[in-house]
């Protein structure tokens, strides 16, 4: 059952509770009437811009705009033209952007996913197409999407290699598409055979199956199925959503019979036009708006007007299925496929947000291996490069990556721990849903990003002594985790505890403590590695410079790096100029005579970095543990103390420990909720602080003494022993 469905039943709007998530993020910008629609549950359609700046002249361009949205308002729902305009993405416009889009007196960059992030990122003015406005709107958590007609395969794409970014789209973001079917200058035979791979149902709207070709209503084509009513429609994306697809719909509406008439001399003149783009080499997204400007021009405006009436009709329907849609639970029903909120605070769960890997770990075996026997741990590496051989040893295959062994450890250990990460549609992240499953584990927020992502690997060496010597690691796909998903699961789950690692990108984790100081959660953050780590650094910076928050030293309140990770994260802040300075030297040397075991440059990053992150764990490996916090009497002050080590009875597999260590802290805060305050800052003592460490170590020593990553003995009585 989907989340808005079981909201609805409970009385409950799913749009109250997800403005709040909307109102903080860094990129969206909705307008009042479009986050009030959505607020209170109401139909929303949205409406491409490219077809203003692109599409057609001015000024039937910003009168159509006009129109289209006063078609959608009197069929019922809330019209939102999106556009990317100084910086943000706009999801609705008002009719000063769309005359800025439409008037031609500025340069309006076309902008699909692919180029989102520079239009964005330059503040140029940007128009959405199909996938642009998908993408967006999906952010948004709109559901219904009106448009002229898709992109598709191009003519002779068996020699360039030119297909529509919107047919990807459409097999990775749930949103329905009603559109005039594809343009008929593309090749709907091979567009509609991709659409059938990407895994997209492609449905006509009323009498017939033939798919549509824009300005004609046959196209001599049958599509998949066939649809006659709004709600039918409605419905069949409500199950989707049901289902947990993440792919989009297309609901192809024949152009009104009327305005079909032309279609022969439009055809003839499509031709025309295809023939002048190829003596002209006229490629890529530009193709489109010169062939649909030279089609205007050799049918004297009848195709023009009947792109106008198409795009209309389209509108209509799309605004009835919006409607129907919204009356079956909410109008995001299709987008959000999150879980309903838990009943009671106490039952909140544990977020960890970030990478989740299938681990292959090797370990070379000293007695079988003659030619290492008498090697140097340091020398093993560079050895068994200038060999280029194979050593006898012992393969080992787990479920890995950060986040999911943090995750996995705190649910060991009784919490009621909730994994969000990506992976791909492949033997490897079948294997790591089922194993998570297994383990009773909340998979109802892994997404899978789509058929190209490939699930992410760390395949690691480890010398005799089972510490690592090498490792490799294919994590593109962390990239890839949706910052909408991220907002869906805090607005679904409500965490009081957040983990995120530095595998996803900088806008996850921004998406993150934005979502997080909006929820009072608190915040752990898993550097994960130094290349890495600063990761938060960025995002901390991105928050500063687009003042979403004032404070950014409230956003994270535990960080948990070991000693090189601190070191590069002190430095990158002072480089940001995130902190102020170093601490004196005759500082660090007063602390360092009390705690002769600590490093001082350990000491001197701690003290570096105190203003930003008041709490920071490091992880000292066989030295045990250094923790800096607050002094309970003057916030301001910095207490620093040394934790001391556990010494494990044998070595397996060190590659674990620091996770397990992790995942025993964020269970034990997660489990004692009177050490979170509202706010969701840590409400403890340093003492108390120091004895979660203490016995988180035990976790950690118990993933040195197990092959796996995470030891599978893990149980909450390993926190409760003395």
């Known amino acids: 059952m989907s989340a808005a469905w079981t909201l609805r039943r409970a009385g409950l709007s799913q749009r109250r509770l997800l403005s709040s998530a909307h109102k903080q993020s860094p990129l969206l910008n909705i307008a009042p009437r479009v986050r009030e629609a959505?607020?209170?549950?109401?139909?929303?359609?949205?409406?491409?811009?490219?077809?203003?700046?692109?599409?057609?002249?001015?000024?039937?361009?910003?009168?159509?705009?006009?129109?289209?949205?006063?078609?959608?308002?009197?069929?019922?729902?809330?019209?939102a033209t999106i556009a990317l305009i100084d910086g943000r993405i706009h999801v609705g416009l008002s009719d000063g952007d769309l005359l800025r889009l439409a008037n031609g007196r500025e340069t309006v960059v076309k902008a699909s996913r692919r180029d989102m992030a520079a239009v964005l990122s330059q503040r140029l003015l940007g128009a959405t197409t199909v996938s642009g406005t998908m993408l967006a709107a999906n952010m948004a958590g709109i559901s219904v999407f009106a448009t002229g007609g898709i992109g598709g395969v191009h003519r002779g794409a068996e020699d360039t290699m030119d297909v529509s970014a919107d047919l990807t789209e459409l097999g990775r973001t749930p949103v329905a598409v009603v559109c005039a079917g594809a343009k008929s200058i593309l090749d709907l035979p091979k567009t509609l055979e991709y659409l059938e791979t990407q895994g997209v149902p492609v449905v006509t709207f009323g009498d017939s199956s033939e798919f549509p070709a824009f300005f004609s209503r046959y196209s001599g084509l049958q599509a998949p199925w066939k649809l006659q009513r709004a709600e039918q429609v409605a419905q069949l994306l409500k199950t989707s959503a049901e289902l947990g697809l993440q792919n989009g719909v297309v609901v192809a509406v024949p152009i009104p019979e009327e305005h079909s008439k032309a279609s022969v001399d439009i055809e003839q003149a499509i031709e025309a036009a295809l023939r002048e783009s190829e003596r002209l080499g006229v490629k890529g997204k530009e193709a489109t708006p010169f062939l649909l400007k030279r089609v205007v021009e050799r049918t004297g405006g009848a195709s023009l007007l009947a792109n106008i009436a198409l795009v209309k009709n389209n509108a209509r329907v799309a605004s009835q299925i919006a409607v129907s849609l919204a009356s079956m639970g909410g109008s995001r029903a299709f987008s959000a496929s999150a879980p309903p909120l838990p009943q009671t605070r106490t039952d909140q769960p544990l977020l960890v947000i970030g990478c989740a890997a299938m681990d292959i770990t090797s370990r070379v075996d000293l007695n079988q291996s003659a030619m290492l026997s008498a090697t140097p741990q340091a020398d093993l590496l560079q050895q068994t490069k200038l060999a280029a051989t194979s050593h006898p040893g012992t393969v080992f295959t787990s479920v890995g990556g950060v986040a999911q062994n943090i995750a996995r450890a705190a649910h060991l250990l009784g919490a009621n721990a909730v994994l969000l990460a990506a992976l791909g549609q492949d033997a490897h992240g079948t294997a790591v849903a089922a194993d998570l499953r297994r383990m009773d584990m909340d998979t109802r927020f892994l997404q899978y990003p789509g058929s190209g992502a490939r699930t992410a690997i760390y395949n690691a060496l480890h010398g005799p002594d089972g510490d690592l010597v090498a490792a490799v690691a294919d994590m593109h796909i962390n990239g890839l985790l949706s910052p909408h998903h991220i907002e869906e699961a805090f607005d679904s789950l409500r965490p009081r505890v957040v983990c995120v690692d530095a595998n996803v990108s900088t806008l996850a984790i921004v998406t993150t403590l934005i979502q997080a100081r909006e929820s009072r959660a608190c915040v752990v953050f898993e550097p994960t590695s130094m290349p890495k780590c600063t990761n938060v650094l960025s995002a901390l910076l991105f928050i500063k410079r687009s003042h979403a928050v004032v404070d950014t030293s409230s956003l994270v309140h535990i960080i948990t790096p070991n000693s090189l990770e601190l070191q590069r994260m002190s430095e990158a802040a002072l480089e940001l100029a995130l902190v102020e300075g170093v601490p004196t030297a005759a500082t660090v040397s007063g602390i360092a005579e009390f705690h002769y075991l600590l490093d001082t440059s350990v000491i001197r990053n701690l003290l570096t970095l105190f203003p930003l992150f008041p709490t920071v764990v490091v992880k000292l490996g066989e030295q045990g543990a250094a923790v800096i916090s607050p002094s309970p009497r003057n916030a301001t002050r910095p207490?620093?103390?040394?934790?001391?080590?556990?010494?494990?009875?044998?070595?397996?597999?060190?590659?674990?420990?620091?996770?397990?260590?992790?995942?025993?802290?964020?269970?034990?805060?997660?489990?004692?909720?009177?050490?979170?305050?509202?706010?969701?800052?840590?409400?403890?003592?340093?003492?108390?602080?120091?004895?979660?460490?203490?016995?988180?170590?035990?976790?950690a020593i118990m993933a040195i003494e197990s092959m796996h990553t995470v030891s599978d003995r893990l149980n909450p009585d390993v926190l409760n022993k003395d």
């Open 38 to 79: 959505l607020r209170n549950g109401e139909p929303v359609v949205a409406l491409e811009s490219t077809i203003i700046s692109h599409g057609m002249p001015y000024p039937q361009n910003v009168e159509t705009a006009r129109g289209v949205e006063q078609i959608v308002t009197a069929s019922g729902s809330t019209p």
């Open 639 to 699: 207490i620093i103390r040394h934790i001391q080590p556990l010494k494990p009875s044998l070595v397996e597999n060190s590659s674990g420990a620091g996770d397990s260590l992790v995942g025993a802290i964020l269970a034990q805060l997660h489990m004692r909720p009177e050490l979170v305050s509202p706010d969701g800052s840590l409400a403890l003592a340093p003492q108390e602080l120091d004895t979660i460490v203490s016995r988180a170590q035990r976790a």
